[in-house]
């Protein structure tokens, strides 16, 4: 499994030291060198894990863009905006610690770089995002048992309709936000695991197209049955959570 950074650091040595402590097992670095550049990065990419960005950007040429304007494009971004930054700076009077609480920064490293603090920072920041990640898959899981569970209280079979549709689309939903994290990741079973969300969909639409398609009360075997479909994909869920949390684990001691 693998982790994406983004490095927005002047080149140099400090910028070849961070790509050798990155170990490329279990990191993937973009680096941009300056300001205009990661602007750009930051308007059309997706984001990273975490962004390591360096508070003495070069300022020259025609557009002059700092660290702080580069956070604050960050926090207006959907999807940057939770992502942890990692300050790296020689100053440690710089305006970026006393914002911290606003522009999401982790932590913040002074120059020269102990590699063992280093590397304990940024696996401490990263552990943000995998714990986030776990969140979110329970909190969907819950969403969705939760909204089948009620079909059993609604009475008219237009609104029946209206919450399958509604569970279908959930379901596609989840399903594509796993496979993004597992891909994006390098999750090993990555490919079974998508072949059970395939089969898992399949089984669900068929069953939602039957209910969907009669004109009565949705029974509870139904329901019973749809859940069944849904969630029978439950052990490759908890493999997979489980070696989310064993990479927590790791992270927690990288070294
Ligand atoms: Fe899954
Ligand atoms: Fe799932």
């Keep these: ?26 990191f993937r670095v973009k680096s941009v060198e300056c300001g205009p550049v990661a602007w750009n990065l930051i308007l059309d990419s997706d984001p990273p894990d975490l ?22 494009l960050m926090s207006s971004r959907p999807g940057w905006k939770e992502i942890p930054r990692l300050v790296l700076t020689s100053d440690s009077s710089t305006s ?33 995002s995998l714990d986030a990640h776990i969140r979110e898959v329970n909190r969907q899981h819950i969403q969705l048992g939760t909204k089948i569970k009620n079909l059993a209280n ?5 609104e029946i309709k209206e919450s399958l549709g509604s569970i279908l689309t959930d379901i596609e939903m989840h399903f594509d936000f796993e496979e993004k994290f597992m891909s994006e990741h390098y999750y090993p079973d990555f490919i079974e695991h998508q072949k059970g969300h395939q089969q898992l969909y399949k ?5 939602i197209d039957e209910i969907c398609s009669g004109d009565r009360i949705i029974s509870k075997e139904k329901i019973d049955q749809l859940s069944i479909n849904v969630f029978d994909g439950v052990e490759d869920d908890k493999k997979y959570i489980n070696f989310l949390y064993k990479l927590l684990d790791s992270l927690s001691n990288p070294t």
């Design 1 to 26: 499994m693998h982790f994406t950074t983004l490095l927005i650091e002047p080149p140099g040595l400090d910028s070849q030291l961070i790509n050798l402590m990155l170990a490329p097992e279990k």
């Design 51 to 72: 962004v390591l960005i360096d508070t003495d950007l070069p300022l020259n040429g025609n557009v002059r863009i700092g660290a702080s304007q580069l956070m604050e």
């Design 96 to 128: 970026i610690f006393q914002q911290s609480d606003k522009t999401n920064v982790c932590s913040a490293i002074l120059k020269p770089y102990d590699p063992r603090r280093f590397i304990q920072e940024v696996c401490n920041c990263i552990s943000k």
């Design 154 to 158: 609604i009475k008219s079979q237009k």
């Design 203 to 207: 089984n669900a639409k068929m069953l």
